[in-house]
């Protein structure tokens, strides 16, 4: 069987084959940028419509009521939750994910009084970094410091999770290797040194099975737009464990997380439960768009989605070690698909012309500085044969040296 024809089989074999067809994709194009900004569910667009022309249009304000528009946030919290292990009533859905990190390093601290230590590594996402730095300017050091460990670290947490530290900020699959942390051991470890840990999830949720209440996680925080394809600038969410959320506080108190926000009251009391952590009126229409993209997991097992988002990985990897350009590049990510999320990166020297000749090519990744090219597996629309495809395309592109144009060498805003 030639190896093509092998990944067609595989496809044949794919129990989740048939979900390919909710999402609008192009034929031709073959787009392993889900990680960035996932494809649209048709679902997402039909809810979005929906949001816009009739109930928008149609019932105007009235529609904060007729269609729920208000229960918005812990409706989709819900729904995210059952996508990563939590029961309900400890999700919402809200602002961007570097907002929501911040509120729940603040609760954090709030929630360990004595302990004024924020510790992350420092190949963690930017924003997530950023967050912490802007909280201890704003809260001085008497009341907030930020440790950054080195990755490895993590081997020595239990050293490192020292009286002062109140919260550790951990990504579970890294942006750039796609590296995954195991969530349970390191719960497990930073909470018997007295620390909660906060987990950002952006690159996870939507892409594997999470299990934060079997965990016995503290707080998470998650991303819209990625894997759960809820659109660009999709709303995030968040995840308080329901046993931290009475004596929880967070600082952004606007109305909406609000005890009684039509009462109008000029005191703010924090809402009941998860619905506290709420800020300002809901993003409707994103909401609404991810609402139907959370359609498609409906029927969706969740292992199966794993074992797929392994085995894409893994054809990838097969293919680049089996191509005639195999030498040219460094796998930048774990070789064992357990140590994965759902994506590969490759380290090339002229990892941008690269992305920008394959994107040219039809086959889009992104690029991430100074010199990664990343793929990311949807697992919920990546055919086996795109990553046969992509690889091939990949391959002439070396082979060729169609990425020594010099105009592939511009950088756009985004990359
Ligand atoms: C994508 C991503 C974010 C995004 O943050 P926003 O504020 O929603 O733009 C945050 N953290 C990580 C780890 C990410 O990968």
């Known amino acids: 069987m030639n190896d093509r ?21 192009r034929e031709g194009r073959i787009y392993l940028d889900g990680n960035s900004l996932g494809a649209p569910p048709e679902s997402a667009l039909r809810a979005l419509a929906t949001a816009a022309e009739d109930e928008w249009g149609g019932e105007l304000v009235g529609a904060w009521n007729s269609a729920d528009w208000i229960g918005l946030p812990e409706r989709l919290g819900d729904r995210i939750g059952a996508l990563i292990g939590a029961a309900p009533g400890q999700v919402v859905a809200a602002d961007a994910t570097s907002v929501n990190l911040h509120k729940l390093l603040v609760t954090a601290l709030g929630l360990r009084p004595g302990r004024r230590t924020i510790v992350s590594t420092s190949d963690n996402f930017p924003t997530d970094l ?44 890294d942006f750039r290797s796609g590296r995954r942390l195991d969530l349970q051991d390191l719960t497990r470890r930073v909470q018997a040194r007295g620390a909660l840990v906060l987990w950002d999830l952006a690159h996870s949720a939507g892409a594997m099975p999470l299990d934060l209440d079997a965990a016995g996680a503290d707080l998470a925080v998650g991303c819209g ?3 759960l394809n809820g659109g660009p600038g999709a709303p995030a969410f968040l995840y308080v464990a329901a046993r931290h959320q009475a004596a929880a506080r967070q600082p952004l108190t606007g109305w909406m997380g609000h005890a009684r926000p039509f009462a109008f009251e000029s005191a703010y009391a924090p809402g009941e439960g998860i619905r506290r952590f709420l800020c300002g009126t809901p993003a409707v229409l994103s909401m609404r768009a991810l609402e139907g993209a959370l359609d498609v997991f409906d029927d969706v097992d969740l292992g199966a989605l794993r074992a797929k988002s392994e085995a894409l990985g893994d054809a ?16 930048a990510s774990p070789r064992a698909a357990a140590d994965r999320g759902s994506q590969v990166s490759l380290r090339h020297a002229d990892a941008h012309a ?5 994107i ?17 597996f949807a697992p919920l629309y990546t055919r086996f044969v795109d990553v ?8 002439t592109i070396v082979v060729e040296g169609r990425h020594l144009e010099p105009r592939l ?7």
């Open 225 to 227: 737009y990625k894997y």
């Open 388 to 395: 046969h495809e992509a690889v091939q395309r990949l391959e």
């Open 5 to 25: 024809a092998r990944h067609e089989a595989l496809d044949a074999a794919d129990p989740l084959a048939s979900l390919r067809d909710r999402f609008r994709l």
């Open 360 to 376: 040219e090519a039809d086959v889009v990744g992104d690029f991430r500085a100074p010199d990664l090219l990343r793929f990311g």
């Open 354 to 358: 690269l992305v920008r000749a394959l």
């Open 409 to 415: 060498r511009e950088r756009a805003r985004v990359t």
């Open 130 to 173: 950023y967050m912490a730095e802007g909280l201890v300017d704003l809260l001085g050091a008497d009341r907030c410091r930020l440790r950054t460990i080195a990755p490895d670290a993590l081997d020595e947490l239990d050293a490192v999770v020292d009286d002062d530290v109140a919260v550790v900020m951990l990504t579970h699959v």
């Open 316 to 331: 990838f990897i097969d293919a680049v070690e089996g191509s005639r350009v195999a030498d040219a590049f460094v796998l």
